[in-house]
């Protein structure tokens, strides 16, 4: 069982650069999250999906972008990288309200 | 807003000792409580959870009540191993419109020696 499967695991960019974080979950979840993990600061919400279709900002939106490509897909979009965004970003996914949600094994960015 | 404060880590504690991670949150109404646990170098797994006040969410000896009475879900283990090293994050949902998102504490690094 893959569960919430994210791409690439280590990515290094330079300033400026754009990418895209892939995520996609084999669970059949309704809903799909983006968080960043920095040390000191536990994850904090960049930008959700309560469904596909919908998409909605969280705590720290600024510098991204995001698609729900479908029900399975939801990828995160730096279209000019910063190094302040150098972090560990994790995807998750949940079936509905009060469920645990499931983690991807993370993305590590590094922006020179 | 909802938030989630836990105890500072890190924790270092000998194996076969007794731990406590305190959490506490401010929420208004009834959040769901979770416990995450974060390997070296992994995301996040569900470690345990409690739906309603005075249940008892546990697994793999680890235990936290959820207390409204003190707005507590303190993590509690009777006797920790090494292979218990991580970090652990104390969470919650509320479960209303806006996605179901989860509020997190910073996280407690334990970390277990022998």
């Known amino acids: 069982n893959a569960g919430v499967t994210q791409t690439p695991k280590f990515q290094v960019l330079k300033t400026g650069q754009s990418m895209t974080l892939q995520c996609a979950q084999d669970?059949?979840?309704?809903?799909m999250y983006w968080y960043r993990q920095d040390p000191g600061m536990g994850l904090r919400l960049i930008y959700y999906?309560?469904?596909?279709?919908?998409?909605d900002k969280g705590e720290v939106p600024n510098g991204y972008n995001v698609s729900r490509l479908n029900k399975r897909e939801f990828s995160l979009r730096l279209e000019s990288a910063a190094p302040s965004q150098t972090s560990v970003y994790f995807c998750?996914?949940?079936?509905?309200?009060?469920?645990?949600?499931?983690f991807g094994d993370g993305t590590r960015l590094s922006i020179l | 807003g909802d938030s989630v404060t836990q105890m500072e880590g890190p924790v270092t504690l000998s194996e076969e000792a007794f731990l406590t991670i305190n959490c506490t949150y401010t929420?208004?109404?009834?959040?769901?409580l979770f416990w995450y646990v974060q390997y070296p170098g992994e995301g996040l797994q569900l470690l345990l959870k409690?739906?309603?006040?005075?249940d008892k969410g546990s697994n793999k000896g680890f235990e936290a009540t959820y207390r409204k009475e003190t707005t507590s879900f303190h993590l509690e283990k009777g006797s920790v191993q090494v292979s218990d090293s991580a970090v652990y994050f104390c969470?919650?949902?509320?479960?209303?419109?806006?996605?179901?998102?989860?509020?997190f504490g910073t996280g407690t690094q334990l970390k277990v020696e022998l």
């Open positions: 969470a919650l949902s509320k479960g209303t419109g806006g996605g179901n998102k989860l509020t």
């Open positions: 409690a739906t309603k006040a005075d």
């Open positions: 998750a996914s949940m079936t509905t309200v009060r469920q645990p949600q499931h």
């Open positions: 669970m059949n979840h309704n809903s």
């Open positions: 999906s309560a469904s596909e279709g919908t998409t």
């Open positions: 929420a208004t109404g009834y959040p769901s």
